[in-house]
């Protein structure tokens, strides 16, 4: 089935290093979300798309988070100089539509990406 | 501001015997609901899901959630639980903030079952 895809499943960082992290949306989804959890926590909001607009970024944590979706399909978080504090899972989500029209929220997420930085 | 707690960090129970998940959210309007599960290394599976109308719902693999407005409560239940229950599980509210309709999560629950 096609369902929401994240590569590279597993990534180990030198603290310092820049990572990119890839997100395949479900095809025709609209609204693409990220979501950092980290170790025994849930998931927390970190951006939000809707096709190829960022309208949400209240999330990101620092500057050096930095995220894109230039043809309103694939999507790339991109963290610069990681630090240690960066170990999470990052999960990406596809919604069919935004807004606040009842089922067409439900948001579709990923296998996750999960992040080490040494 | 919108949150969800779960109040019980970790839970055991014996194969057979029948579960509770506490949840509880504060929101301002309308919420929608959802409990998600997680296994070890895996992504999260969608359990059930409120949004209107009946206050108890079915879900996938025997659980079902009610929706209690008055309490601000959404707790999972299972009648019996089986050995490969055993997981995290996440409680969840959708709601509307400056126009983005995220979701906001519990700290998970994590489930141990006794054989």
């Known amino acids: 089935g096609a369902g929401v895809s994240q590569s590279p499943r597993y990534k180990v960082a030198k603290r310092g290093q820049d990572v990119a992290l890839r997100c395949d949306p479900i095809s025709g989804h609209v609204s693409l979300f990220w979501y950092q959890q980290a170790l025994g926590q849930g998931p927390e909001f970190l951006t939000y798309?809707?096709?190829?607009?960022?309208?949400?970024k209240s999330g990101l944590p620092s500057d050096r988070f930095f995220a894109e979706r230039p043809e309103g399909s694939v999507s790339t978080l991109k963290i610069q100089r990681t630090q240690q504090e960066d170990s999470a899972v990052y999960l990406c989500?596809?919604?069919?539509?935004?807004?606040?029209?009842?089922?067409?929220?439900?948001?579709?997420f990923g296998p996750g990406t999960r992040l080490t930085v040494l | 501001a919108q949150s969800v707690t779960q109040p019980d960090i970790h839970i055991t129970v014996s194969e057979g015997a029948s579960l509770e998940l506490r949840c509880n959210y504060s929101?301002?309007?309308?919420?929608?609901l959802f409990w998600y599960v997680q296994s070890p290394g895996q992504g999260l599976q969608l359990l059930l899901k409120?949004?209107?109308?009946?206050?108890l719902v079915q879900g996938i693999k025997g659980f079902e959630a009610e929706f209690k407005r008055s309490q601000s409560s959404f707790n999972l239940r299972k009648p019996s639980v089986h050995w490969s229950d055993a997981a995290e599980y996440f409680c969840?509210?959708?709601?509307?903030?400056?126009?983005?309709?995220?979701?906001?999560f519990g700290t998970g629950t994590r489930l141990k079952v006794l054989a």
């Open positions: 929101y301002g309007a309308t919420p929608y």
């Open positions: 969840a509210v959708a709601g509307t903030t400056s126009g983005t309709y995220k979701y906001i």
């Open positions: 798309f809707q096709n190829e607009a960022q309208l949400d």
């Open positions: 409120y949004f209107s109308g009946d206050t």
């Open positions: 989500a596809s919604s069919l539509v935004g807004g606040a029209s009842g089922s067409y929220n439900e948001q579709f």
